[in-house]
């Protein structure tokens, strides 16, 4: 009887040893190295990468200056990247361009994948000012390769004229996905552009990200926002 109690701790303690440790809401440099994961739920998050430039240069938004924010609602968990993306003619910051990259397993015993979600807040434009989060996603594989995969691309696109807040795309479920978002702003020869927060959802079972489940993740994004708001318009 010992011994058989023995053996079912030591198959109990090989489990939990294969779930990631719960993702932190802090800054996105700590999730940046070889060998970081985290999990949210039944998910497990890996290979995150980040890239930024500017120009002209110098205005770059470093891997410090960019927030994490899990979003752990049950069947549809995700991150808002929350950061004070924002260039202008009068500032001379003409374009700022941040590129974010991760890939989402399903634990074993997992709800499949069958949703995802690219979305932004805090935004706005003025005259030829433009914003553009064009996201590649590959499907059952992990980016650049997308080897095995199905690859495909989320595109929003805003300006003084409007545009989506929010582009989804559903699926048969999925164990594996890979994303890789350019997160682009642009003055143009007269403008102004700004935006404080991205998001990504990975839903589950076909449903679809509610608008609530983002407010108690956003409200200091939200107000960062209405600062930028007030800025453009000066």
């Known amino acids: 009887m ?3 109690t023995l053996a079912v701790l030591v198959v109990l303690a090989s489990v939990t040893t294969v779930f990631a440790d719960v993702c932190p809401s802090t800054t996105l440099d700590k999730y940046l190295g070889s060998g970081f994961s985290c999990g949210i739920n039944d ?5 995150f990468n980040y890239a930024s430039s500017s120009n002209p240069g110098g205005y770059s938004i470093p891997a410090a200056g960019v927030s994490v924010t899990p979003i752990t609602t049950q069947g549809n968990p995700g991150f808002l990247f929350s950061a004070p993306w924002s260039v202008s003619n009068n500032s001379g910051i003409l374009a700022q361009d941040s590129l974010i990259g991760y890939t989402v397993t399903v634990n074993d015993g997992g709800a499949p994948i069958t949703d995802l979600t690219l979305a932004m807040v805090g935004f706005d434009a003025i005259g030829t000012g433009e914003i553009t989060i064009d996201e590649t996603y590959c499907l059952g594989g992990i980016l650049p390769t997308c ?4 690859e495909g691309t ?11 807040s929010s ?3 559903s699926f048969p479920g999925v164990t594996e996905i890979s994303v890789a978002k ?4 642009t003055s143009g020869t007269d403008g102004q552009a700004a935006v404080s927060g991205v998001y990504n959802q990975f839903s589950e079972g076909g449903t679809t990200p509610e608008p609530a489940s983002i407010v108690l993740f956003g409200t200091g994004v939200l107000g960062m926002a209405g600062v ?3 800025k453009l318009r000066l």
């Open 167 to 169: 582009v989804s795309v």
């Open 154 to 164: 989320l595109v929003l696109n805003y300006t003084s004229k409007g545009g989506p």
């Open 228 to 230: 930028l708001r007030r």
């Open 43 to 47: 998910k497990t998050f890996f290979e």
């Open 182 to 185: 350019d997160i682009l702003l």
């Open 147 to 150: 080897s095995g995969g199905t």
């Open 2 to 4: 010992k011994t058989l």
